[in-house]
């Protein structure tokens, strides 16, 4: 147990809708990161936020926000759902940017 | 574009046997090599990680080899249990907490 926490565990829902995923953080850990597991496109880095503030981007679609709460919590939202976002999303947290990244379980999201 | 290519896609070696997997990255700005490890419906878990300014780093039977002008690493596994039995990541960022670019991924099993 790497000390992440991700709820829902998994999730289903329609095309068009929006869904909401939730992150703590490991105790202390500052740095969230979210990525996304995918058949066709593997393991990919979405966004990164250290104490707040957005630190880095990947490839994350516009229709895909994030944010991290003043308790450290993130949140990432996806809307406009469409059936190839059906995907593993991991959350990800260290203690600072220069630490190593620990994931947590992950959330299954089905859009049909 | 694929930054980090992982192989073989997937390995099966015998109880006791050496597992050995292989990633090329391309970005020279790489430097941080770290090699995650994923049981089915849980996060990747961080298993063993490298620096460029070293040639080969061991944990227990886990053992990574860096070769910095092939720019290449792999991941060699001794005495190979079923319980390793699980998909590997390979993976590279710039330090440690910064956004890790994946391998395609490569599913061990090992036989009993």
Same mark, same amino acid.
């Given at each position: 147990d790497s000390g992440v926490t991700q709820t829902p565990k998994h999730l289903i829902t329609a095309t068009g809708q929006r869904v909401t995923l939730r992150c703590s953080p490991r105790s202390g850990d500052l740095s969230v990161y979210w990525y996304q597991q995918s058949l066709d496109q593997g393991l990919q880095f979405l966004i990164q !936020? !250290? %104490?707040?503030?957005e630190r880095a981007k990947g490839n994350i679609l516009e229709r895909f926000s994030a944010q991290?709460?003043?308790d450290l919590h993130s949140e990432l %939202?996806? #809307?406009?759902?469409?059936l190839g976002? #059906?995907?593993l999303y991991f959350c990800a947290s260290s203690p600072d940017p220069n630490n190593e990244q620990f994931f947590g379980p992950g959330t299954r999201l089905t859009v049909l | 574009q694929q930054q980090v290519k992982q192989s073989p896609q997937s390995l099966i070696v015998q109880k006791g046997g050496i597992s050995i997997i292989n990633c090329a990255y391309e970005n020279t700005a790489f430097d941080y090599f770290p090699w995650y490890q994923q049981f089915p419906g849980k996060g990747p878990a961080l298993l063993?990680?490298?620096r460029p300014d070293v040639s080969e780093k061991k944990e227990g039977r886990f053992t990574i080899s860096f070769n910095k002008s092939a720019k290449q690493f792999s991941l060699h596994i001794m005495?190979?249990?079923p319980g390793d039995s699980a998909t590997y990541f390979c993976a590279a960022s710039m330090y440690?907490?910064?956004r890790l670019t994946f391998g395609e991924g490569t599913q061990l099993t090992v036989n009993p």
């Open positions: !936020y !250290y %104490n707040g503030e991290q709460f003043p %939202n996806l #809307s406009s759902l469409e976002d #059906s995907a | 063993i990680a490298i005495d190979s249990q440690s907490g910064s």
